[in-house]
């Protein structure tokens, strides 16, 4: 079994900054990317940004959020620096990963619960 597990969300005036936080545990051999999603009402889930051997943004972000790993804590990380309305959504994290299954490994896919980030005055 594998858990990712987020914290950090929250309510934050326009301007404001947060971090997210996302913890993997469980059946891991190596983790190959680790990402955040975003999906508002109403809207698509999309890609926010993503981390393996280099870190990749959505246009809507770059300049503003940064993706981090701690790759001995199975933990990836998202400052968000100038947070706009529009950057209100639910955040999931997502991590492609090397599963023990059994006596193997497999790639497998697994979703955070997701935390929400609202940017209100």
């Known amino acids: 079994q594998v858990q990712l597990v987020e914290s950090g969300g929250g309510l934050v005036q326009p301007g404001g900054s947060l971090t997210l936080s996302c913890a993997a545990s469980g059946s891991i051999f190596s983790i190959n990317d680790m990402g955040w999603y975003r999906q508002a009402p109403g809207k698509e889930r999309e890609l926010v940004a993503s981390?393996?051997?280099?870190?990749h943004y959505a246009d809507s972000v770059k300049g503003r959020f940064t993706i981090s790993r701690d790759n001995a804590k199975n933990t990836v990380y998202q400052q968000m620096n100038s947070l706009k309305p529009e950057d209100t959504a639910v955040y999931y994290c997502?991590?492609?990963?090397?599963?023990?299954?059994?006596?193997?490994?497999?790639?497998?896919?697994?979703w955070g619960q997701g935390t929400q980030v609202t940017v209100s005055s």
């Open positions: 981390i393996d051997s280099n870190t």
């Open positions: 997502h991590a492609n990963l090397m599963a023990y299954v059994g006596y193997s490994r497999k790639l497998m896919a697994y």
